[in-house]
């Protein structure tokens, strides 16, 4: 069986989020509050206590000059305690600190933080809930689909990247629409027929292939079953292009973007 990273945001058979974050910050640096030598403040930023919200104070961990510190110890104890002075408009996010139970007058210790933040503060997937593997691949390793889902990557790749060093005549002209006019320029009509002549070519690249290297049934393209392109109901200037493609075993793959144009 072979493979492709992965740069899928969901499972078109299943719909679920591929590489969905656990929004887990690791090891961001604090350092004391110098007034009362017992609250933490962001290094990068010493006005405010923590970067982002506390999600569960459980899974917070602490460091300090790389020995891990627990919440029990005798001399560097500490607590998640609530911030009431941090107000973060408009999401009404609930802020925590975290304080040593006693003072701590460490002549620039560094202070290391790890701890699950909400969603809006994620410096981990900035924010968008998904895991890529251009992120991944700071923290472990690349994401993988395979077989149906490998197929419907591969057939969005052919559609929607419009030069392809390994075969520069097969090219799709569906990103040279990005904000050009519908309606005027280019029609649902002009948008659906691109899809299917990118995915044909597709089909005809993978029969070549198939003569010489051995591919999984799951991965070769059979069928476009269908491609349609439909205008949105409110925004004119949003185009909602879905198809299905089936596969040598006998399923079929949804695979959908949207394209927005000018108007
Ligand atoms: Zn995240």
């Not at 030069?163 to 005549?169: H, K």
């Not at 990118?198 to 198939?210: E, F, G, H, I, Y």
């Amino acid at each position: 069986m072979s493979y492709d990273y992965n740069v899928l945001m969901f499972d078109p058979m299943t719909q679920l989020p591929i590489g969905q974050c656990d929004h887990q910050i690791s090891f961001e640096r604090y350092v004391v509050n110098q007034t009362d030598f017992r609250t933490l403040n962001y290094a990068s930023e010493p006005s405010i206590n923590m970067r982002g919200p506390i999600n569960g104070a459980s899974a917070v961990q602490m460091w300090i000059a790389d020995e891990q510190v627990f919440a029990t110890d005798p001399t560097y104890g500490w607590q998640v305690v609530a911030d009431p002075d941090r107000i973060q408009e408009p999401t009404a996010d609930v802020f925590y600190k975290i304080v040593f139970n006693k003072q701590v007058r460490l002549l620039l210790p560094l202070i290391e933080v790890s701890y699950i933040t909400r969603q809006d503060f994620c410096l981990k997937c900035s924010a968008t809930g998904f895991l890529n593997d251009f992120k991944e691949s700071v923290s472990g390793s690349f994401a993988q689909v395979t077989q149906t889902t490998k197929l419907a990557q591969k057939a969005l790749k052919w559609v929607l990247t419009s030069r392809d060093p390994f075969y520069p005549t097969f090219v799709c002209a569906i990103k040279t629409y990005i904000g050009r006019k519908l309606g005027i320029q280019i029609t649902d009509t002009d948008i659906q027929t691109a899809v299917v002549n990118a995915l044909t070519n597709m089909q005809q690249v993978q029969q070549a292939q198939s003569t010489v290297q051995n591919l999984d049934p799951q991965e070769i393209l059979k069928d476009i079953v269908s491609v349609t392109a439909v205008t949105d109901q409110t925004d004119p200037t949003i185009v909602r292009v879905s198809a299905v493609i089936s596969n040598y075993s006998g399923q079929s793959a949804p695979i959908g973007f949207t394209l927005n144009m000018n108007q």
